[in-house]
């Protein structure tokens, strides 16, 4: 008889072991029975609260992308201007949690993925709708192009990520400030 009350802990036990499996990998090319290993549980037990190896990565996408909503909020909610708002999003986008070598190698791993996965591709363009949809809020009354402009700053953050991410610092300050140089430039500061 199942234990009442587990399987919460057990799904979230299975998203950090497969954020950590691709982490190590640098790929989905991981099995379910490593992950589920690494959760300290059976393969069965994974199948069974998920499917398959891609509805676990599809969670753990969606657990890093809801700390990264966590981030965003964060900074949001200190921000005293719509300038503001726009550097709080830049800010969060570059916030040290964001290049743990797991959670970029998972980034990675849905860039990847989202060619040939419609489900990945659907999360991938989710988070792509919503930072242009922040920033698009955050430029209004700004500029007199704020989705043109929103666009440009958020290819720029993922471009600036990518590029920070994968370099040998791995850390985001040279990133960050080129972005919040942009935004100085787009509103011509």
Not at 66 to 94: C, D
Not at 97 to 120: H, I, K, R
Not at 153 to 175: E, Q, V
Request: hydrophobic share 45%.
């Amino acid at each position: 008889m199942p234990k009442v009350g587990m399987e919460p802990i057990r799904r979230s036990a299975l998203v950090k072991a497969t954020i950590a499996e691709i982490g190590e990998a640098h790929s989905l090319d991981v099995t379910v029975g490593q992950i589920a290993r690494r959760a300290g549980m059976s393969t069965a037990l994974a199948h069974h609260y998920f499917g398959g190896k891609d509805q676990i990565f599809l969670a753990a996408m969606r657990h890093i992308l809801a700390e990264y909503g966590e981030q965003v909020r964060g900074q949001l909610a200190q921000a005293r201007s719509k300038r503001g708002r726009a550097e709080a999003i830049i800010i969060a986008s570059f916030d040290q949690t964001c290049f743990a070598p797991e959670t970029v190698n998972a980034w990675m791993t849905l860039y990847a993925a989202s060619p040939t996965s419609p489900d990945t591709r659907r999360l991938l363009h989710l988070y792509q709708r919503r930072l242009r949809s922040n920033l698009t809020h955050a430029l209004r009354g700004l500029t007199p192009q704020p989705e043109a402009d929103a666009e440009t700053l958020a290819a720029l953050i993922d471009g600036l990520y990518l590029r920070a991410a994968l370099s040998r610092s791995g850390t985001a300050t040279a990133a960050l400030q080129s972005a919040l140089s942009t935004l100085d430039l787009l509103l011509k500061e």
